[in-house]
């Protein structure tokens, strides 16, 4: 059975940083697929805070929503087989359930299409 688990959420002060991470049990290797993060605050509709594209061009491409563009980064380690979520200068809106996507098709922009979900974490800001 596939598993991805996310890791590293917790509480922080405003304006201060986490950075998530998100590992798989499976096969699917970073390198060849889109890969991508979500968040979903109490109340609100899950939505799409970054996607990295595939490599095998050579190259890749990160997309941000503008709610963490300028704060967020996202990044993978090939060696490890492992997503990244660098977030800096955190807001209290950006309390909400962080979930990866890995093996995704492709970016819509900054929304990872299709792939394997993990069952979140979760980031807590508080003043």
């Known amino acids: 059975q596939v598993q991805v688990a996310e890791s590293g959420g917790g509480s922080v002060q405003i304006g201060g940083s986490l950075r998530l991470s998100c590992t798989t049990n499976?096969?699917?290797?970073?390198?060849?697929?889109?890969l991508g993060w979500f968040r979903q605050a109490p109340g609100k509709e899950r939505e799409g805070v970054a996607c990295i594209t595939d490599i095998r061009s050579g190259s890749s491409t990160d997309y941000y929503s503008n709610s963490v563009k300028g704060r967020f980064t996202i990044s993978r380690d090939i060696a490890k087989n492992t997503l990244y979520l660098q977030m800096d200068n955190l807001k209290l809106e950006d309390t909400a359930t962080y979930f990866c996507?890995?093996?995704?098709?492709?970016?819509?922009?900054?929304?990872?299409?299709?792939?394997?979900w993990g069952q979140g974490t979760q980031v807590t800001v508080s003043s």
């Open positions: 499976s096969e699917i290797r970073f390198t060849k697929y889109a």
């Open positions: 996507v890995v093996g995704a098709d492709y970016c819509s922009n900054y929304r990872a299409y299709s792939g394997i």
